[in-house]
């Protein structure tokens, strides 16, 4: 158990509607970072969140974007959904950006 | 894109045999990072080791680093049935803001 939660843990949405998924990162980490893993690879880095601002973005369109929390918890928004966005979406927490991240269980979104 | 790259991408071995994983990575690297998934959960951090070591243990993983041949490797000893999970490697990328995984190798431990 890392202490990070999120949910839901599973979602089924169809093409062209929006997501929100949602993580609660460990206490006392600052810095929460989204990752898509679909099937059979290994995740993608989205986003990174410190301290509520935006602190590296990985190649990603701009329909997948962010919220972070006074609390650091964050949100994760996809709009406009597509069929390969169907993946398991992974939050991490951690206390600096690259270092050790502890991994919630994710939330598995499947697009039809 | 992905940095590392897993070999092999599949592993199958008995109960109490070792187990070696290999990872190969482009870029130069501040550290390099292990973590298990098991049945396409959540990742759970092993090991890290930073790029002026050359080798690591916790437990019975053993880990070591050639930033010469931009590869690391992986060793559970005595493998458990409970070992069985994928295994990536990831690094971290230039700005040190992301973790960027390989493939991963999956490990099959049959009792």
């Known amino acids: 158990e890392t202490g990070v939660t999120q949910s839901p843990t599973h979602l089924i949405k169809t093409r062209g509607q929006q997501v929100t998924l949602r993580c609660s990162s460990q206490?006392?980490?600052?810095?929460v970072s989204w990752y898509q893993q679909a099937l059979g690879q290994g995740p993608q880095f989205i986003f990174q969140?410190?301290?509520?601002?935006?602190?590296g973005r990985g190649n990603f369109p701009p329909r997948f974007s962010g919220l972070q929390f006074p609390n650091y918890s964050s949100e994760l928004n996809v709009n406009a959904l597509e069929l390969d966005d169907s993946a398991l979406y992974l939050c991490?927490?951690?206390?600096?950006?690259?270092?050790?991240?502890?991994f919630g269980p994710g939330t598995r979104l499947l697009v039809l | 894109s992905q940095q590392g790259e897993e070999d092999p991408q599949a592993l199958s071995i008995q109960e109490g045999e070792n187990a070696t994983m290999n990872c190969s990575y482009k870029?130069?690297?501040?550290?390099l990072q292990w973590y298990r998934q098991n049945s396409g959960r959540g990742l759970v951090h092993l090991i890290l080791i930073r790029s002026n070591e050359r080798e690591k243990h916790s437990g019975r993983l053993r880990v070591t680093l050639d930033t010469s041949k931009k590869s690391s490797s992986l060793l559970i000893t005595a493998s458990r049935a409970a070992d069985t999970a994928s295994y990536f490697c990831a690094t971290d990328n230039q700005a040190g803001t992301a973790l960027i995984f390989g493939k991963g190798t999956t490990l099959s431990v049959s009792s």
């Open positions: 206490s006392g980490h600052n810095t």
């Open positions: 969140y410190y301290r509520e601002e935006e602190n």
């Open positions: 870029t130069s690297i501040n550290n």
């Open positions: 991490a927490s951690s206390l600096t950006g690259a270092e050790t991240q502890y």
